[in-house]
Structures are given as C-alpha cells and as structure tokens.
C-alpha cells in the first residue's frame, strides 16, 4: 500500500484531465477526447508553474498512467469488436484491408530508416499509423521492451497526423469525386486513432461513420497478430542463454483484448454493459495519453523532432493513398 502511495497524485491529476477532456468534448464533438487529452498532457508539461509538479511529485503516477492504464484501454478496445460484423464485410474487402495495413506498416517503417530515427521509432511509428494509433504504439512497445519515454514521440506524430485528418480530409471529399460511403471507407483505411475515424467521418453522415468504424475496426483485429509476430521477432534475436528475459509470444493484455472481442462476439453481453465497457476505455485511454503528453518538452521536441515531423507527414500521405486506392479496389 504504502510503495503504491507516490502514484497517487499523478493518477489523480490524470482522471481529472480526463474528465476535462471528456467535457470539452461534449461541446467541441469534432474535437476527439483522445487527443484533447494529449494536448492537454503537452500543456501542463510546458506551461510555467504547471510544469514543476508534472516533472516532480506527480511524475510516477503520470509514468504508471501511461503504461499500465493505456493496456487496460486496449484490453476494453475489444469490447468494440465484433467478429461477424467484420466478416459481413466479405474475404475480399478484409484482405484489401489486411494489404493495406501491411503496405502502410512497410512504408512507414522504411521511411523512418530513411530519415534516420534512432532506436525503435520507426518500428513504433509504423505500427501506429498502420493499426491503431497510440494503444498500437504501447502494445508494441511492451512486446520490444521499449522504454516509456521513447515512446513519447511516436505518440505525439501520431495525434498530429490524425488531428490533420480531421481537419484536411473532409475538405477532399468532393474534389475527390467520394460518396459518403467511399469517403467512410477511405477515412476507416487511413486514420489512425477511433476517436479520429469517428470525428473525420461523420462530416459526411451517418452511413459514412458506419462504413468508417467498421473498416477501422478490421484494421484493429489485425494489432494481435502483429504483435505476436513482434514478439516471436524479438525472441528469436535474444541470446539463448536469456531464456527467462525473453518476452511472451502474446502479452497477457493482447489475450485480454483477445479475450473481449470473443466476449463481445457471442452477443451475450447487453448494450449497456458494453457502454460502460466503452466508457472505461475512454477514461483508461484517455489518462494514458495524458500521461505520456505530459513528457513531451515542445523545445526538446522542436530541437531533434523535426526529422521525425517530416518522416511522419510524408507517412501521413503515404497512408492516405494507400487507403484511396483501397477503395477504389473495394468498390469495384
């Protein structure tokens, strides 16, 4: 009880940055909670007078927040997921999916070795833009041991690039030549976070918020097996006298998230248990975010992260393409 005492504060401060986020969302609905939460992470982290208890006393329940509150976030993910909506899609549809998912994650993380980003950056990055975002990112990182401030980056592109598609990609849409249902499925192809698809797509109306959750969410069911083959990767390169440091082939949250869709597939559970199921995701995630927003320093950030910036906006295009051709594929 007591070693558990220091993390209070942080955890604090990170549901109440929820609350916040969750607040401004519901007057601001374009405005994701997710990234608001992030956004408001990177403030406390720069603002004069917020800052020193964000780097002080709150520290460690902030670092607890964004590691074990975001696998908590992935594992209730699976509640959103259920397999016979995905496979109403037809074969085709989910492996033009499935290609696009492995094209974007190849392309981005060959542009990441291009320009250069140190350590697993481009692995993460990759595996953010081409799956989930920032629960990709973590989910990764733990298979890859992955230290939680270089994880710090990659999340912090990752909401850049998809608050840009919030805001670029409806302005695309007719001069494109999209129908709303071709706008949907090229927004759930190419946008990283839920919260993002969700904010895109309903600009377009409520079939193009359909067609973009479940085009999303196929890209979603795909993070289990590419974390497994992470795994089974970072086993292999250990030595063999590692026996005991070598990583599970799937991480216990990965099965629980596993485990929730299965849940969430029999049809059993009732709407509103799988409501609160969402809304706890939204909290777990959203103070997971904060947490890792607020070890963002914007001068550290802009003094060796404008590489990384540039690599991202180049993936950001990259993705988007893939995912128009896509559909393009998909509607013939």
């Known amino acids: 009880?007591?070693?558990?005492?220091?993390?209070?504060?942080?955890?604090?401060?990170?549901?109440?940055?929820?609350?916040?986020?969750?607040?401004?969302?519901?007057?601001?609905?374009?405005?994701?909670?997710?990234?608001?939460?992030?956004?408001?992470?990177?403030?406390?982290?720069?603002?004069?007078?917020?800052?020193?208890?964000?780097?002080?006393?709150?520290?460690?329940?902030?670092?607890?927040?964004?590691?074990?509150?975001?696998?908590?976030?992935?594992?209730?993910?699976?509640?959103?997921?259920?397999?016979?909506?995905?496979l109403g899609l037809g074969w085709q549809t989910l492996a033009i999916v499935a290609g696009v998912v492995l094209l974007s994650f190849a392309g981005v993380w060959g542009l990441g070795k291009i320009f250069r980003l140190p350590g697993d950056a481009p692995l993460l990055i990759a595996t953010?833009?081409?799956?989930?975002?920032?629960?990709?990112?973590?989910?990764?990182?733990?298979?890859?041991?992955?230290k939680q401030r270089d994880t710090v980056l990659p999340v912090a592109l990752v909401t850049l690039c998809?608050?840009?598609?919030?805001?670029?990609?409806?302005?695309?849409?007719?001069?494109?030549?999209?129908?709303?249902?071709?706008?949907?499925?090229?927004?759930?192809?190419?946008?990283?976070?839920?919260?993002?698809?969700?904010?895109?797509?309903?600009?377009?109306?409520?079939?193009?918020?359909?067609?973009?959750?479940?085009?999303?969410?196929?890209?979603?069911?795909?993070?289990?097996?590419?974390?497994?083959?992470?795994?089974?990767?970072?086993r292999r390169k250990r030595p063999a006298g590692a026996i005991g440091a070598l990583p599970p082939i799937v991480p216990l949250f990965v099965l629980g998230f596993l485990a929730m869709i299965a849940l969430s597939s029999t049809g059993w559970l009732p709407e509103g248990v799988r409501d609160a199921g969402s809304v706890l995701q939204d909290i777990a995630l959203g103070a997971a975010l904060f947490g890792l927003g607020s070890a963002i320093r914007v001068r550290e950030l802009l003094g060796s992260g404008l590489r990384a910036v540039a690599m991202a906006l180049l993936s950001w295009l990259l993705v988007a393409v893939l995912g128009l051709l896509a559909v393009q594929l998909i509607s013939h």
């Open 128 to 146: 953010g833009f081409s799956i989930c975002g920032a629960s990709a990112i973590g989910a990764m990182a733990a298979v890859r041991g992955t």
């Open 1 to 86: 009880m007591a070693a558990a005492r220091p993390l209070v504060p942080g955890l604090f401060a990170s549901l109440v940055a929820v609350a916040a986020a969750l607040a401004l969302h519901s007057l601001v609905p374009v405005l994701p909670a997710m990234t608001i939460a992030v956004v408001l992470g990177i403030l406390a982290a720069n603002l004069p007078g917020i800052s020193r208890p964000v780097f002080g006393v709150l520290r460690p329940g902030l670092n607890a927040a964004g590691k074990h509150l975001m696998r908590v976030g992935i594992v209730l993910l699976g509640l959103k997921l259920v397999l016979g909506d995905l």
């Open 162 to 234: 998809g608050t840009l598609a919030i805001g670029m990609l409806p302005l695309l849409m007719v001069p494109l030549g999209l129908t709303p249902l071709h706008f949907g499925q090229w927004v759930g192809a190419s946008v990283h976070d839920v919260g993002q698809v969700v904010a895109t797509a309903q600009t377009a109306g409520a079939g193009a918020l359909a067609a973009a959750i479940l085009i999303k969410l196929t890209r979603v069911i795909l993070l289990a097996p590419m974390v497994a083959a992470a795994s089974l990767l970072e």
